[in-house]
Nanobody
Framework: VQLQAYGGGMVEAGGSLGLSCVAS????????MDWFRQAPGKQRELVAR???????SYADFVKGRFTISADNAANTVYLQMNSLKPEDTAVYYC???????????????WGQGTHVTVSS
């Protein structure tokens, strides 16, 4: 299984960017799809989560500005980021908790990361 992230780039404060992440390979079912981020010198932190049964959840620092959505049939997760701030600058990673065969165990898979830079 491979996760490929798209989007990112550079934008001015107050602007918007969209990210997407597609999982390919043998996938039976996906339980959660996440976006994490890691700023220089900081730990990786959860930004938003899509859960197959529980819906979506967000870190407080992005609530009202970011929206996570998913196309489960297409094994794709999106992150729409609005009202971006300089402190949103980070490498953004997608992650999925999925299983590759019916009845198998779920494992975590990660994308390669995509850079988001917000200038003031």
């Amino acid at each position: 299984v491979q996760l490929q992230a798209y989007g990112g780039g550079m934008v001015e404060a107050g602007g918007s960017l969209g990210l997407s992440c597609v999982a390919s390979g043998r996938i039976s079912s996906i339980s959660t799809m996440d976006w994490f981020r890691q700023a220089p010198g900081k730990q990786r932190e959860l930004v938003a989560r899509w859960h197959r049964s529980l819906g979506t959840s967000y870190a407080d620092f992005v609530k009202g500005r970011f929206t996570i959505s998913a196309d489960n049939a297409a094994n794709t997760v999106y992150l729409q980021m609005n009202s971006l701030k300089p402190e949103d600058t980070a490498v953004y990673y997608c992650g999925m908790y999925l299983r590759t065969r019916l009845g198998g165990s779920y494992d975590n898979y990660w994308g390669q990361g995509t850079h988001v830079t917000v200038s003031s």
